[in-house]
């Protein structure tokens, strides 16, 4: 660590003539400055897709199950208040998203990680992550969550003392609201909240990763009656989303007679119109050229549906993996070309008739780099897999409080990113912000420490060698498009 007024973190005492300021005082004025010139810089937030969606049901008081219904549920008392447009959402992730970075940055400087400390706050202005934060959708909210929940546990476990009545409190809020604002979010949260619990030790795996299995199951189970029964939303067949985006790939590999629930020939013509795609399964959605695959199963018991999938993947196996391998990558951005579709940060919000305005012409500018950056290597979700994988092979929990936090943090991002081998219908990259910025943490956290020369040489050429398979298949596929039409038409 770089003694006091030298290095790279130096530049903090210059800049607020910070000699009576402690170290834990001058990160946490940096993260509420930041956290200002976020919000005064992407105000009032952007406007997705599904955040005109959700809205509309905050506005109407009719609420569905296609996004899951907390955060519009969590809108709504705003709206109720008078506060309306998507200002008190964005305003309520980026506050979360600072505080969670603050406090990791202030117990690292605090222990005299001050580099490090510095890291952390330049992984929140990471522009891929950043620009994705500024857009008001599950995915900033459910990342702002974690990271708040991270803080609060940085804070008092780095400084060797218990998180207390309150801080478990809130904990328990912030992990339960991230759990019921992304429908797959449980497979990050899990590991995470395991490890933020109850400090990592690697002697008791067994009985964690049947801990982390047993919440998982469990909350998949009981999802349907909370957002159903307690939320009151009404069901909309989202869950019928993966099914048929999975037996169209098993029918497009397997041929028109392997899933027998629909007749031979809707399959045929599937092939005929060219509808089927490893990238999304957007293209089967009603209005859209390819719906008469959801014309067809119209009515059909939810069982039946489920049932005629799992029997295409039982005797299909090898076109069932070989579909969900090609999404995979499609969605890992690994093997695929530059300029792939449905990466770079929204600048602008989707044009809506409910007064959901658009940030400043500022943030085109801003999103152009993220967006150059996002479809680099180094902004590929692979990457971020790589490293938190190198994180949990070079940790050692039992010997450092801060490698005891980046195992929680690696084990969530890589459990996140192995979830969509068999659950994922799109390759949004934004599905993949919570991986990368707890990849990102985990390993600012793990280097606080010296590591073992040689295991992080093999680390450092396993990350290179991602990186240049990435880089060369960017340079080498031809392009599909950059938009989301060009993955429909």
């Known amino acids: 660590m770089s003694a006091p007024g030298t290095g790279p ?7 607020f003539l910070a000699r009576g300021f402690s170290p834990v005082a001058r990160f946490g004025l940096v993260s509420a400055v930041l956290c200002a010139v976020v919000l005064l810089f992407f105000w009032p937030g952007v406007a997705h897709y599904d955040t005109v969606a959700q809205y509309q049901q905050v506005v109407s008081g009719a609420y569905y199950d296609w996004h899951p219904p907390a955060m519009a549920r969590l809108w709504s008392v705003f709206h109720a208040l008078g506060w309306a447009g998507q ?23 605090r222990g005299g990680a001050r580099i490090a400390a510095v890291a952390v706050l330049a992984l929140g202005l990471w522009p891929p992550a950043l620009g994705w934060q500024a857009v008001v959708v599950k ?4 990342a702002a969550a974690l990271l708040a929940a991270t803080g ?18 809130a904990l328990v809020v912030l992990l339960g609201y991230a759990v019921l604002v992304r429908s797959n979010a449980i497979f990050a949260v899990a590991p995470l909240a395991v490890g933020l619990f109850a400090p990592w ?3 008791e795996w067994r009985s964690r990763f049947l801990l982390i299995g047993a919440a998982t199951v469990a909350t998949l189970a009981l999802s349907p009656a909370i957002n159903h029964g307690l939320l009151g ?17 098993i029918a497009h590999r397997a041929g028109p007679e392997a899933v027998p629930l629909l007749p031979p020939e809707t399959w045929r013509q599937l092939e005929a119109k060219r509808c089927y795609s490893s990238i999304l399964w957007d293209i089967f959605s009603i209005g859209k050229r390819c719906d008469f695959i959801q014309h067809g199963l119209a009515g059909r018991p939810r ?33 695929v070309p530059r300029h792939f579709p449905q990466a770079a940060p929204q600048a602008e919000s989707q044009p809506n008739k409910f007064g959901l305005g658009s940030p400043g012409s500022q943030v085109a500018a801003y999103d152009r780099l993220a967006g150059w950056l996002v479809d680099s290597p ?16 070079l940790a050692r929990p039992a010997q450092s409080a801060a490698h005891g936090l980046a195992v929680p943090l690696a084990l969530s991002a890589t459990a996140m990113e192995w979830s969509f081998l068999v659950v994922s219908i799109a390759i949004d990259w934004r599905y993949h912000l919570w991986s990368t910025l707890a990849a990102g943490l985990s390993a600012i956290l793990l280097v606080t420490e010296p590591l073992p020369k040689r295991g992080a040489r093999i680390a450092l050429a396993a990350l290179a060698l991602i990186a240049l398979t990435a880089l060369a298949a960017r340079l080498m596929l031809p392009q599909i498009g950059d938009s989301y039409e060009a993955l429909i038409r």
């Open 139 to 142: 995915d900033g909210q459910m």
């Open 378 to 393: 180094l902004g590929a979700p692979i990457f971020a897999l790589a490293v938190a994988l190198a994180v949990l092979a």
């Open 152 to 169: 609060l546990v940085a804070w008092k476990r780095l400084a060797g003392k218990p998180l207390g009545a309150i801080g478990t409190a």
């Open 303 to 335: 069982q039946e549906i489920f049932s005629a999938w799992m029997r295409a993947i039982r005797e299909h196996p090898v076109a069932y993996l070989s579909h969900r391998l090609a999404h995979w990558n499609a969605t890992m951005r690994w093997f």
């Open 201 to 203: 030790r690697w002697q």
């Open 233 to 249: 939303a009404e069901a909309s067949g989202v869950e019928a989303t993966q099914p048929i985006f999975d037996m169209a790939g």
């Open 87 to 109: 200002g008190p959402m964005f305003l309520l992730q980026t506050v979360l998203y600072w505080i969670g970075l603050g406090l990791v940055a202030a117990a690292l400087a």
């Open 9 to 15: 973190a130096s530049w903090f005492d210059r800049l």
